[in-house]
């Protein structure tokens, strides 16, 4: 057995596995090659005969001494390069992946074994020089080249190069390459914060394997545009240098490799990200990873998000926090910080948390043995909204807590409770908010009674969004803005955000001009002071007339699905507790859904197509009143008429969806609302007739069995048979009489003067477009007259 030795240090070497390696191991000239193979013997053995043929480049002794320095090694230390993490990395881009031997080589992009490309080039001189270009753009220079194969043939190609060895591109200068990609990371790694990193992302790091999940440029310029930043501002940022440490992973984890879990990150252990690789695709903190980059000392994920910690893991990164760390561990809130958010979090330093301590006279022990005292401490010391230091102004936001804080802006300066928020500690942002250092822990304030109504207090507390949509409602603004008692769940900026989509609008601006804003609106409002001690699981009454559902976990309060991140915010008239969800009181739609007397009229919707016209995404929200009959009533039917066999023959009736809005009157009309005579239908031209409206109101002489049956986009009159629109009958009037008969003044006139009058008097059959007196006066001005 040969031995090699590397500055003293002896490396036995296994026997040859393949003609390939029986080549190395005869030359003396590649000891260093062979040892190496020898260490990582998974590239041994995949080179053995059976696996080629393989195309490889194979550097001598003296080329592997000559790569010393480029890889940041000490000659005295050159035994190193045999136990780096990327040696098999590097050996496996020496062989290139080839389906037959290439002997010379030949001018071109080759991929290797390891996966990344490499490229040959070949001088015009005489004779030529072929070089094998890597990371360094000199490449090496193949000296001499050989067919290597087994005893009845030659399947191999062994060439030699003695200047350096073949480097792949490490993770940085793949990078730093890709400038319309990933340049503003780039940009970030060359920052003085992270030189360490920028190391380690490169040649000379040990041999360090590395996985980055790396933000685009378009992910950067989005995270500048919602912070309302610039790219220098970043670059500038103290916490610039963690926010890059939470993309990047020790070692190398390929998308085929993940596992679903969390994950360590160079930010520390407190920043885990969170990895799940699904059937197709993996994401990380719930943002997709787009494509997958090869490197030579590890892998780059592309991602369209920057990534960032939460507040807890932000608080957890510096040793400054443990005693908060330690503090909202004790008070079991460590879920609801690490939850979506956003938050303001004024962090008190452990010399805060000492001082105040030293106040109360409690040790920290004392202090978390009452966890609801101390969980609501803490809550004080948290704001429900993101509020950067440069967005900050006088005002008192409710706390997490529902007590409020008083926050003092005086040119740039700013102070919470009169203790100042330090520009150099502050705005350390968290994927769910921002941390502000303060010097000293924030006292509750004992109960002061209110002296703000409730839309004051929904402007004080950043729900901007709420007050827009109450402008647009004045009624209700005013009854909220007066002396009686309410309750007010108030969703987020960010809550009606979310809601533009779910209710089909294209913007904010289309929520705010719906039709039934009001009555979402009112559904967020209950007609009596609820604190939220009072919010038990069952329902509570709202003011829109249909009942909000409440459930109750733990310490958390949802109501309808939206959870109360703030609550007992105290109004001179009422309560108001913060939500994170625009409430949406049950539909038309889901209303029928819900009562079994409705399961037949449900199908018959779904069959016509109508469902959707009666839930909530719709565009412009449009009101409607469904005269409904009920299971019984269509049983009627199906059983008076001979043409309709079944249930299915009638769900299968050519004229269903005809019949179904036949039973549909635009606009929400209560009993009340009902006058006798005629009234339009979504049927294009049968009416409804009302007889008894005020008493006992009759729709085409059938009687409402039960009226007044809410909804939140209409309301539902249950009725005890279904009605059936009238047969078309044969028209009896010309075109000029129907004119007359429409009160069509100004169009009767026009005619007559251009000589037409007599045209549509006649038999032959013509459509005409008829326009309204209103019209014809319109066009006065548009016509010049």
């Not at 503003?184 to 790091?205: E, Y």
């Not at 220098?232 to 992973?249: P, R």
């Not at 994927?431 to 502000?436: I, R």
């Not at 039934?516 to 009454?541: F, N, R, W």
Request: proline fraction near 4%.
């Amino acid at each position: 057995m040969r031995m090699f030795a590397v500055a003293g240090v002896f490396l036995p070497l296994a026997a040859a596995q393949s003609a390939v390696f029986t080549h190395i191991e005869a030359s003396a000239d590649h000891t260093t090659l062979e040892s190496a193979l020898n260490k990582v013997t998974a590239v041994k053995d995949a080179l053995a005969d059976a696996n080629g043929p393989f195309t490889m480049v194979a550097p001598t002794d003296a080329a592997f001494t000559a790569a010393l320095p480029e890889l940041g090694i000490a000659a005295a230390d050159a035994a190193t390069l045999l136990d780096r993490a990327d040696l098999g990395e590097i050996l496996k881009y020496h062989v290139l992946s080839t389906t037959a031997k290439v002997n010379p080589l030949t001018a071109g992009d080759m991929t290797t074994v390891q996966g990344m490309t490499a490229t040959v080039t070949v001088s015009t001189d005489t004779p030529p020089v072929t070089k094998v270009v890597g990371s360094n753009s000199d490449g090496v220079t193949i000296s001499s080249s050989a067919d290597v194969g087994t005893t009845n043939s030659e399947e191999h190609a062994v060439h030699v190069c003695t200047d350096r060895i073949l480097l792949p591109k490490p993770v940085y200068q793949v990078a730093s390459e890709a400038t319309s990609t990933f340049s503003t990371l780039v940009a970030a790694l060359d920052t003085a914060g992270l030189a360490d990193v920028k190391t380690g992302l490169g040649l000379q790091n040990g041999g360090a394997l590395h996985t980055v999940f790396a933000p685009t440029n378009d992910a950067f310029a989005a995270y500048l545009a919602a912070r309302g930043i610039d790219s220098d501002t970043l670059l500038a940022d103290g916490e610039l240098a963690n926010i890059v440490k939470y993309h990047i992973l020790a070692g190398k984890v390929m998308a085929a490799d993940v596992a679903t879990g969390e994950v360590d990150t160079l930010y520390g252990a407190a920043g885990k990200l969170s990895l799940v690789k699904g059937t197709s695709t993996v994401t990380v903190d719930g943002v997709t990873v787009a494509s997958e980059v090869l490197a030579g000392n590890g892998v780059i994920h592309q991602i369209p998000s920057v990534l960032m910690p939460n507040v807890v893991e932000v608080a957890k990164g510096s040793s400054d926090f443990s005693n908060l760390v330690e503090a909202v561990g004790a008070a079991e809130l460590v879920d609801t910080l690490t939850g979506a958010g956003p938050f303001t979090v004024f962090a008190p330093t452990n010399a805060a948390f000492d001082a105040y301590l030293a106040k109360v006279g409690k040790t920290m022990d004392e202090l978390k043995a009452d966890k609801d005292a101390l969980a609501a401490l803490l809550k004080y010391h948290v704001l429900p909204t993101e509020v950067m230091l440069g967005d900050a102004t006088t005002s008192t936001p409710a706390s997490v807590e529902g007590s409020t804080l008083d926050l003092v802006k005086t040119g740039a300066d700013l102070t919470v409770n009169g203790v100042a928020v330090a520009a150099g500690t502050a705005n350390k942002q968290a994927g769910n908010g921002v941390v502000h250092v303060i010097g000293e822990v924030l006292e509750i304030p004992a109960a002061s009674t209110p002296t703000k109504n409730v839309v004051e207090l929904a402007v004080d507390n950043s729900l901007a969004n709420l007050v827009s949509a109450l402008e647009e409602v004045p009624a209700l603004k005013t009854l909220l803005e007066g002396a009686d008692k309410h309750t007010v769940f108030g969703p987020t900026d960010t809550a009606f955000a979310a809601a533009v989509s779910a209710l089909g609008e294209d913007d904010l601006a289309g929520v705010l001009g719906r039709a039934d804003l009001a009555e979402i609106l009112e559904y967020h409002v209950v007609v009596e002071e609820t604190k939220a001690e009072a919010l038990v699981a069952g329902d509570v009454m709202s003011f829109q007339g249909t009942n909000i559902p409440v459930t109750v976990d733990g310490a958390k309060k949802m109501v309808d699905g939206a959870e109360v991140t703030t609550a007992d915010v105290m109004a001179t008239n009422g309560v108001l507790h913060v939500i994170n969800q625009v409430m949406l009181p049950p539909s038309v739609a889901e209303t029928l859904g819900a009562d079994n007397d409705f399961s037949i009229l449900v199908e018959a919707l779904e069959a016509a197509q109508l469902t959707a016209t009666f839930g909530w995404a719709n565009k412009g929200g449009a009101m409607h009143t469904v005269f409904a009959p009920t299971d019984a009533a269509f049983q009627a039917l199906i059983d008076g008429d001979a043409s309709i066999e079944n249930k299915a023959a009638l769900l299968a009736l050519p004229n269903l969806a005809d019949i179904l809005k036949y039973h549909v009157v635009s606009g929400k009309v209560m009993a009340a609302g009902l006058t006798d005579g005629e009234v339009d239908t979504l049927h294009s031209t049968a009416k409804l007739t009302v007889t008894g409206a005020g008493s006992a109101p009759m729709i085409n002489d059938n009687a409402v069995a039960t009226a007044d049956m809410p909804a939140g986009n209409g309301v539902i009159h249950k009725i005890g048979a279904v009605l059936m629109p009238p047969a078309s009958s044969s028209p009896t009037m010309n075109l000029i009489e129907l004119a007359a008969d429409k009160s069509l003044a100004n169009l009767a006139t026009a005619l007559e003067t251009a000589q037409l009058k007599a045209a549509l008097e006649g038999a032959e059959k013509y459509t005409v477009f008829g326009p309204t007196d209103a019209a014809f006066a319109a066009a006065v001005t548009a016509l010049g007259e």
